[in-house]
């Protein structure tokens, strides 16, 4: 079976920095990526680790660390606009289903 | 043309009609997903093609009917829906049905069965 688990909804302000958790248990992990969706529009992909480490991507920065089922996401100088939900996915081997988290709903506030 | 395109929009239907959804991608994508996202939900997968051909059918009720016509096109026929049918439908491809390859999601088809 597989579970992912998300902070529900986390709130931050302008300019600050957040880190967004996902921790995830998996048969046949393949991979993990983030998600970006607004309210009522479609995910947009955000990052990919298949490795352990960090990768960075402007003001996103995602990490993983396999051996502990552990990944976040990083999101530096944060803007209005970063307002919306955060998905974290998880790409299982045999199938290569992408199994998504329920997401974490960032508030950024002024 | 990197995006993926979805019509109509919004959909409202009775549960005696027959409708479809379309799909469509012209980034040479060779899968093509739907997923079903309820209110607060995560996307669940409800089907995937490979290559034109069903490769993944997540158990979905047979009144969902995918259709791949060509490599660019993906089709829902929906039929007799139920009220909890209704969702927002996502369609997603991606380039090579491996691991690796990130999916690119359409803006959705609101779905409200009445």
Redo the contacts between chains.
Sequence with gaps: GQNIDQPTEMTATEGAIVQINCTYQTSGFNGLFWYQQHAGEAPTFLSYNVLDGLEEKGRFSSFLSRSKGYSYLLLKELQMKDSASYLCAVRRTGGFKTIFGAGTRLFVKA | DTE?TQTPKHLVMGMTNKKSLKCEQHMGHRAMYWYKQKA??????MF?YSYEKLS?NESVPSRFSPECPNSSLLNLHLHALQPEDSA?Y?CASSPI????D???????T?LTVL
């Design positions: 993926v607060k939900k995560p996307p669940e997968l995937v993944i927002l996502l049905f491996t691991s690796t990130t999916q690119y999601f359409g803006p959705g609101r």
